[in-house]
């Protein structure tokens, strides 16, 4: 069964603003790692956070996790045209290694 | 520095024919390695990963098969392409954490 959800399928802002972008799992996790893939190109790491950590930053990325509600969220910040690409959140579920990935959110910033 | 290389980046193959896509590792050792297939506008399923030489685990039934004939090799075949095997394959390692994936540029295939 699928692990990761991630809530929208598609967002679409304008440059400047925020862009928020929510993941659901199902199952207990060590991790959970945020990856972008800009189209037709192989998926780049973002940032992880674990199973004991409620926030962490990375430049203007900032992402939260709540265990009780097995939920994550992606928040970049003053986005750029840049930005857009698909974002996808990936799981480890204590799979020694594996992740299962969600269907990812298609971010859409338009300059 | 680690990287990473898949080819061919493209293929076109006609129904029935064989596949064999390659994907590389350098500036590592003793990787964890992953086939997924991506279907258009759609998140990621792991085929197969591997642990080590001549050791692969299937995560889902299929038409398709992986190797690993050597440390840094990792091989996704077919017999006979089906025209469900169409989509955007992507090779992925991690070292020693087993945590943070490093993926492949990708290969885009179309069975026609």
């Known amino acids: 069964s699928q692990q990761g959800e991630e809530d929208p399928q598609a967002l679409s802002i304008q440059e400047g603003e925020n862009a928020t972008m929510n993941c659901s799992y199902k199952?207990?996790?060590?991790?959970l790692q945020w990856y972008r893939q800009n189209s037709g190109r192989g998926l780049v790491h973002l940032i992880l956070i674990r199973s004991n950590e409620r926030e962490k930053h990375s430049g203007r990325l900032r992402v939260t996790l709540d265990t009780s509600k097995k939920s994550s969220s992606l928040l970049i910040t003053a986005s750029r045209a840049a930005d857009t690409a698909s974002y996808f959140c990936a799981t480890d579920g204590n799979q020694g290694g594996k992740l299962i990935f969600g269907q990812g959110t298609e971010l859409s910033v338009k300059p | 520095s680690q990287t990473i290389h898949q080819w061919p980046a493209t293929l076109v193959q006609p129904v029935g024919s064989p596949l064999s896509l390659e994907c590389t590792v350098e500036?590592?050792?003793?990787?964890?390695l992953y086939w997924y297939r991506q279907a258009a506008g759609r998140g990621l399923q792991l085929l197969f990963y591997s642990v080590g030489i001549g050791q692969i685990s299937s995560e889902v039934p299929q038409n398709l098969s992986a190797s690993r004939p050597q440390d840094r090799q990792f091989i996704l075949s077919s017999k006979k392409l089906l025209l469900s095997d169409s989509g955007f394959y992507l090779c992925?390692?991690?070292?020693?954490?087993?945590?943070?994936?490093?993926f492949g540029p990708g290969t885009r295939l179309l069975v026609l």
């Open positions: 500036g590592t050792s003793n990787p964890n």
């Open positions: 199952t207990s996790i060590n991790n």
């Open positions: 992925a390692w991690t070292g020693s954490s087993q945590e943070t994936q490093y």
